[in-house]
């Protein structure tokens, strides 16, 4: 082997079930040699001096807001931030303005995602009203078809299952939520009118509607979710995702924080945050993603005088791997654990590949070259002035975390680097589905 572009000597690396001290070698964007020694000559060489390198994350749960609510966030900016987090893959959601529910509107997206993007994505389209339309999108390559089942509803599913395409749903039953009419304006009726019922209701009929199709329930946040989604693995193509808000934050940060912990579905109680915790060191649940939902301070804090005024969501595409990674260093998580959820199981469920046709999300030669590396014993507190996305506000604020990202990896080119964006807007692909 001549001289490759890059490798990345000494460091500490989770490969086939081990963490070894290892080093990677780097040519024409893709990993070539994974090695413990004698890496080949390259052009440039970067000693990470002990430093833990991970697959770079994929995140198949995110809102760039791009195209309609860009006062938010948009593609460049939230993919600056995802740079920083050591995300290298998005999957943005389809819930923008206009909605991503055609054709038409999903190849415009991909064109703006394209000359913004500082990190590859794919995009997931919004369930349409035509069947034929939703033939169009799986052949366009969109992640998969996500359903708002509250304001959707959910009659329409079986429709789409033809597709071998997942159905991404955020599971609130409309028909329960309906029971709970507001009677106030505070975070307790916030509490009282978004009931665990209607995940555990809405769970319970998408596991019938899809008749082994593959499903994914998004952001799941009940004991009574886990344990329905665990049977129905045995029986069918079900995967789940958590989020580290819904890991690591309950409704007693609700109670404290008002709307800058405002989300849907809400955080709720202790009890059931270990319960998803647990079911993600299980394995019940096979990703974590960030839900990134980022509001204008301004907007959020409408709620302090009527929790309803106030837009659900939390910025969290920057903050998620030190958030699940601390959960590594206090020993409640493994780090093989945090791969799989945060790296491999994403791209292996949503069809995640690179130009080689190997999956992301994984270190073997041949592999897209997608790195983070972390100074893994790093202490550090987040302050949302400091985050890289337009949100410069978070639930997490003063929270300490260990282990901090300090070089960001796409494809062999690092677009991050100590604290600051160096890639280029535009650089990231568009990265389509892939069946196979």
Known sequence: MGAVDLCLENAKIPYRGLLVEAGVAIDKGKIVAVRRNRLPPADKTVNLR?????????????????????????????????????????????????????????????????????????????????????????????????????????????????????????AEDSVVLKKFKPQGKGIKEFIRCRPKLAEISEITRLLRLVHGAPLHLCHVTTSESINLIAKAKRAGKVTCEVTPHHLLLSSNHLRKLGPLAQTLPPLRSPADRLAVLMALRNGTVDIVASDHAPHTLKEKEKGRMNIWESPPGIAGVETSLPLIHTLVRKRRLSIFRLVEAMCTMPAKIFGIRGKSGMPKGVIKPGADADFVALDQKKKWKIKGEELHGKTKFTPFEGYEVIGKPFMTLVRGEVVFEDGEVVGKAGYGRFIPRSSS
Request: charged share 20%.
């Open 50 to 170: 002990g430093s833990l390198l991970l697959p770079g994350i994929v995140d198949v749960h995110v809102h760039f807001r791009d195209p309609g609510l860009t006062w938010k966030e948009d593609f460049a900016s939230g993919s600056r931030a995802a740079a920083a987090g050591g995300v290298t893959t998005v999957c943005d959601m389809p819930n923008c303005v206009p909605p991503t529910n055609s054709l038409k509107r999903f190849k415009e997206k991909i064109k703006i995602a394209r000359s913004k993007s500082h990190v590859d994505f794919g995009l997931h389209a919004l369930l349409p009203d035509d069947v034929d339309e939703g033939a169009k999108l799986a052949k366009a390559g969109a992640a998969s078809f996500k359903v708002y089942t509250e304001s959707q509803g959910d009659s329409a599913i079986p429709n789409f299952l033809g597709f071998d395409l997942t159905i991404s749903a955020h």
